[in-house]
């Protein structure tokens, strides 16, 4: 079985001379035997414990928490207990600044295609990035949504054609219209606009939203806050109704 001195347990844990020297007096990392000479020599077993020891400090716990965390009768079980605790963490800073990452890479094509920016250009881009998400996801619960709303209405004509019976396509009418109102109502209390000309956020009526000319991001609209007419872009705006 291999044995380690002080310097090689701690040139192997990535850590100083000195500190395994401290885990020794303070009695967390006690050497397995000495030599003839009276050096420390630490064995297998004992560079694990001092990499386990390592990765407790890197949690900020204190000496006196590892030394009875290490005194349990299984302290493996604390230890996996930490370390899932560990990888969560770990996965969620991930997870957050690859988000911050995406933005910043929308940030940057944003600015790539404009000819010419300004602050007000840099925060008009920071809010459509902000709510792209919440946006997506909610028109996707829209299309969803409607899919029963489409299905009835082909089932309804061709019930008419085949059968001539006309009710099930007037019930469609019906439901569609009540669809149609629950969904828009929905839509427009969930969205803003950004005026190109001043830069304000603003929300229109519903019934300016739901008439307007527009793309799949943006509706022309006259701005509240300056009285432009034109396409502004639209954003989340929220739960306001």
Request: charged share 25%; net charge neutral.
């Amino acid at each position: 079985m291999s044995k380690y001195t002080t310097g090689e347990i701690a040139r192997l844990s990535g850590v100083t001379v000195r500190t395994v020297q401290y885990y020794d007096t303070r009695g967390i990392l006690i050497p397995s035997e000495l030599s003839e000479g009276g050096r420390r020599l630490y064995s297998e077993d004992d560079l694990k414990r001092m990499k386990i020891i390592c990765f407790l400090r890197e949690l900020d716990l204190p000496i006196d928490a590892i030394s009875q965390i290490l005194e349990e009768e299984h302290p493996e079980n604390v230890i996996s207990l930490l370390i899932e605790q560990q990888e969560q963490a770990l996965s969620d800073d991930i997870s957050r600044k690859q988000e911050k990452l995406e933005k910043l890479r929308e940030l940057k094509n944003g600015l790539k295609s404009k000819t010419a920016f300004s602050l007000e250009t840099i925060g008009d881009i920071a809010v459509i990035m902000e709510g792209k998400k919440k946006l997506k996801k909610m028109r996707w619960m829209m299309i969803l949504t409607g899919l029963p709303v489409t299905a009835l209405q082909w089932f309804s004509i061709i019930f008419w054609i085949i059968s001539g019976i006309w009710w099930p396509f007037v019930v469609w009418v019906l439901a569609a219209a009540v669809w149609g109102t629950l969904v828009s109502r929905y839509y427009f209390g969930h969205v803003k606009y950004i005026c190109p000309e001043c830069h304000e956020v603003f929300k229109p009526t519903l019934k300016e939203a739901f008439f307007a000319n527009h793309t799949p991001t943006a509706r022309k609209l006259t701005c509240t806050s300056c009285g432009h007419t034109g396409f502004c872009v639209e954003v989340w705006g929220g739960d306001d109704k």
